[in-house]
């Protein structure tokens, strides 16, 4: 290894980053269901929008809005609008004329940028771990270890994927030897891989976490389970929500995200962020996103009905357990597997033209559209059939 490098980063494992969606094997189109992204591109209309924007209004000389002035109000209506929907566990009634301000937003390139920088925020150098509950997105582990902050793993129920609360609150109380004190709890409402939110009990006991932990809520498929925890950032200055115009708004290409929080703890990721994090083509496109949000936004309607309707066909392959889900993703697991089943069945998916992903010892499947769908489980059945057990 080079001298001058870190020598924890020869351990690292870096996130394996999508190659771009080409063709399989045999030359026909993969159906990229690996990813959680949007089966739907943006309507033509609203592409030629964006194409007409960059020909008359966008100056390719120029620096971006560095202080994303337009878009954040944009966002702030919609954080606003979204927090009709609620969490069941929740009966607070904050006055409608609190809300969020354009003082609550920051916006990232992505929501990993958030991430990182809530980490640079909250544990460099040395004085704060993380905590995750297994099986998770794998960026909150990926991004501290390259920060070199510790990261403190706990699991969660086989049956729910309830986080096993007990382990966590032992850490938080009792960091593991040589440990600095847990400083950020990450959670995923709803979670991937496993595609359950979180649960009353869950949240009461995030509730309960005391205010020198910052307690982040992941959002970024809360448009598929119209669940949000969005009302407790009013209330709880250690609470920050992160989500992301990457899934439900069919923006990946553009890498935004935003978080929402406490005035002050946003004052700091305004300050932790590049200058022009934000391209000006995909503040465009954002705002683009947000002006025609009700069309875009049918795409979730047909995303749900697909879903439960997938998921009723998996649910009758007895080889497979498919876990509920309220996101865009299902989660099945093989009755009886080792890694290498499900590698098997990963390359013979592969082989027959859909792309998924093995992870949390579990397949996630992203929802496609109909005819996707319907490849899937075609597909999923004929290769179980050949499967050597
Ligand atoms: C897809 C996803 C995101 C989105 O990340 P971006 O960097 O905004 O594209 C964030 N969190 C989770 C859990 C995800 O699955």
Redesign the pocket.
């Known amino acids: 290894m080079l001298p001058f490098l870190r020598t924890d980063l020869a351990q690292t494992i870096g996130y394996k980053p999508n190659p771009g969606h080409g063709s399989c094997p045999h030359d026909r189109p993969l159906d990229a269901l690996d990813?959680?992204e949007s089966p739907f591109d943006l309507p033509a209309a609203l592409k030629q929008t964006l194409a007409t924007a960059y020909q008359t209004e966008i100056q390719t000389n120029r620096y971006p809005d560095g202080s994303h002035q337009l878009l954040k109000t944009w966002v702030q209506d919609y954080v606003n609008e979204s927090r009709q929907y609620g969490h069941p566990a929740l009966k607070t009634n904050p006055s409608p004329s609190q809300g969020f301000g354009v003082e609550h937003l920051s916006l990232g390139n992505?929501?990993?940028?958030l991430i990182r920088s809530l980490l640079i925020a909250t544990c460099l150098p040395q004085c704060g771990s993380v905590l995750v509950a297994d099986p998770t997105?794998s960026?909150y582990g990926i991004l501290a270890e390259s920060l070199g902050i510790p990261v403190v793993r706990v699991g969660r129920n086989p049956d729910d994927f309830a986080i096993d609360w007990m382990m966590a609150q032992e850490a938080i109380d009792r960091p593991p030897a040589g440990f600095p004190p847990v400083r950020i709890v990450f959670m995923?409402h709803p979670n991937?891989p496993t595609a359950n939110g979180l649960s009353e009990a869950e949240v009461r006991w995030l509730e309960s976490i005391p205010e020198e932990v910052l307690v982040v809520i992941?959002e970024?498929?809360f448009e598929f389970s119209q669940s949000t925890l969005i009302d407790q950032v009013l209330e709880r200055s250690n609470w920050v929500i992160?989500r992301?115009?990457?899934?439900a708004f069919r923006l990946?290409a553009h890498?935004?995200?935003y978080a929402v929080g406490h005035p002050e703890l946003i004052a700091v990721l305004e300050k932790l962020r590049l200058p022009y994090n934000l391209p000006t083509f995909s503040q465009t496109a954002a705002i683009v996103a947000l002006q025609h949000r009700t069309q875009i936004l049918e795409g979730v309607t047909a995303i749900i009905a697909e879903r439960d309707r997938l998921t009723q066909v998996l649910k009758a392959i007895p080889a497979l357990h498919c876990y509920p889900t309220v996101g865009n993703f299902l989660f099945v697991r093989l009755r009886q597997a080792s890694p290498e089943h499900y590698q098997y069945v990963l390359e013979q998916l592969h082989d027959r033209g859909t792309l998924i992903r093995y992870t949390g010892h579990g397949l996630r499947i992203t929802i496609g559209d109909e005819a996707m769908n319907h490849r899937t489980s075609d597909r999923l059945q004929a290769v179980l059939k050949t499967l050597p057990f």
């Not at 992505?110 to 940028?113: P, R, W, Y």
């Not at 992301?244 to 899934?247: D, G, N, P, R």
Request: aromatic share 14%; proline share 0%.
């Open positions: 990813t959680n992505g929501s990993d940028e997105f960026m995923v991937s992941d970024a498929y992160t992301t115009f990457s899934k990946a890498r935004v995200g």
